[in-house]
């Protein structure tokens, strides 16, 4: 199944006290996946007038709907080739310390180097997604196990992203599931998950 491109219309919707009609909608969609393009470009695409598609943005930057603009990388060529997403279950209650703050334990993932990204989420099984970058897997094994020493994390499980679909066509021409994993996580190229939980027993699937 693909999308295609459907005429925009004056619809609106309020976000957070702001008025976002379609156009706009559609205008942040495009940048989401290809941040570099100008606006001649993004009104050619749009067929949106030039002057309306810079006001557009200027006025979403403004409004902090747009708060920046993400260089996109080929991590192979990094010293950073190993990418993975680690989900991790935070402990309700820690013997001889009760209830550790989900800030406190925010705060010491931030030290660490390797993490990119950290989203609290509402899950059956996890609390938080961690989105960290390795020189190796040797490393990530390192990390999972500093993990575990975390105080407040109970049980870690790990991903490795062993390819990110392509997003780099017009955004009207992505096959449905492509739009999916490119708007948020590839769930699709995750093959190989390890977990570690805190009796230091480790599994792979």
């Known amino acids: 199944m693909w999308w295609w491109r459907k005429p925009l219309s004056l619809r609106s919707s309020t976000i957070q006290g702001l008025a976002v009609d379609e156009k706009d909608e559609t205008i942040i969609k495009v940048l989401e996946r ?4 100008s606006s001649r470009a993004l009104s050619k695409m749009l067929s949106i007038p030039i ?5 557009r943005i200027k006025r979403l930057e403004r409004d902090g709907v747009i708060k920046g603009y993400k260089a996109l990388i080929d991590y192979e060529k990094t010293a950073r080739p190993i990418g993975a997403l680690l989900l991790i279950d935070l402990a309700e209650v820690i013997p001889g310390r009760g209830h550790i703050p989900k800030k406190d334990i925010l705060d010491a993932l931030r030290r660490f180097d390797e993490i990119e990204e950290i989203i609290d989420v509402q899950a059956a099984d996890f609390d ?10 040797r490393r990530l094994s390192e990390f999972a196990e500093e993990l575990r020493n975390v105080e ?13 679909p392509s997003c780099h066509r017009s955004p009207f021409r992505y096959e449905k ?5 490119c708007s948020g996580l590839a769930t699709s190229s995750i093959v190989y998950t390890m977990s570690w939980s805190s009796s230091h027993e480790h599994t792979t699937t």
């Open 152 to 164: 407040g994390i109970e049980e870690t499980s790990s991903a490795i992203i062993t390819k990110r």
């Open 51 to 55: 002057s309306t598609v810079h006001r």
């Open 128 to 137: 938080l997604v961690v989105k960290a970058r390795f020189q190796s897997l």
């Open 34 to 37: 290809r941040s570099d393009l």
């Open 177 to 181: 599931n492509q739009l999916a994993s």
